[in-house]
T-cell receptor, first 113, second 112 residues
């Protein structure tokens, strides 16, 4: 049973436009959500996170939105740059529990110049 | 500050052999996590060590095992290798349990 789902395996966006990556989760106990970016031959790197007490968190060009009732979060990248081309993983955890981060399968973003 | 380091970078084994993968966490981090990324799949949680103890393990057979040493470095052992064990094995560390994870670059294991 996949608790964190990224239903779009890939996404292509033109440089300068907005990239929107989506993530759905099924476990209502999740209360901490993160996005990671992964380039080929490198480990994932942390991008941005959000706690369930908030519905939005912003860091520069990156904004994460959380809709708890829909069990849905999204990552917005504005404006998109060619260097943003990577695989993006959504992850979730129960902040106070012994369950480690649960990752989605990832979405490959291609930003076209 | 050095990041999470993993060795070897690549490992080629044949079916039935054993593989040992190593990980050194960021200095001061006590939690070490192991994830498997098989082709086309996301990161599947394997094992979590904290303060030398196994805290949780994912849905993998017992031939996947590991340990954490007093200096918080960790080893992942895979016995009786099968073809489907071919994957990228990622190690991560965190300062406190379940905090933001910092990943190494991984060990690419190929089983022939």
């Amino acid at each position: 049973d996949q608790q964190v789902k990224q239903n779009s395996p890939s996404l292509s966006v033109q440089e300068g436009r907005i990239s929107i990556l989506n993530c759905d989760y099924t476990n209502s106990m999740f209360d901490y959500f993160l996005w990671y970016k992964k380039y080929p031959a490198e480990g994932p790197t942390f991008l941005i996170s959000i706690s369930s007490i908030k519905d939005k968190n912003e860091d520069g060009r990156f904004t994460v939105f959380l809709n708890k009732s829909a069990k849905h979060l999204s990552l917005h990248i504005v404006p998109s740059q060619p260097g943003d081309s990577a695989v993006y993983f959504c992850a979730a955890s129960v902040d106070s529990g012994n369950t480690p981060l649960v990752f989605g399968k990832g979405t490959r973003l291609s930003v076209i110049a | 500050e050095a990041g999470v380091t993993q060795s070897p970078t690549h490992l080629i084994k044949t079916r039935g052999q054993q593989a040992t993968l190593r990980c050194s966490p960021i200095s001061g981090h006590t939690s070490v996590y192991w994830y498997q990324q098989a082709l086309g799949l996301g990161l599947q949680f394997l094992l979590w060590y904290d303060e030398g103890e196994e805290r949780n393990r994912g849905n993998f057979p017992p031939r996947f095992s590991g340990r954490q040493f007093p200096n918080y470095s960790s080893e992942l052992n895979v016995n009786a290798l099968e073809l489907e064990d071919s994957a990228l094995y990622l190690c991560a560390s965190s300062l406190f349990r379940n905090e933001k994870l910092f990943f190494g670059s991984g060990t690419q294991l190929s089983v022939l």
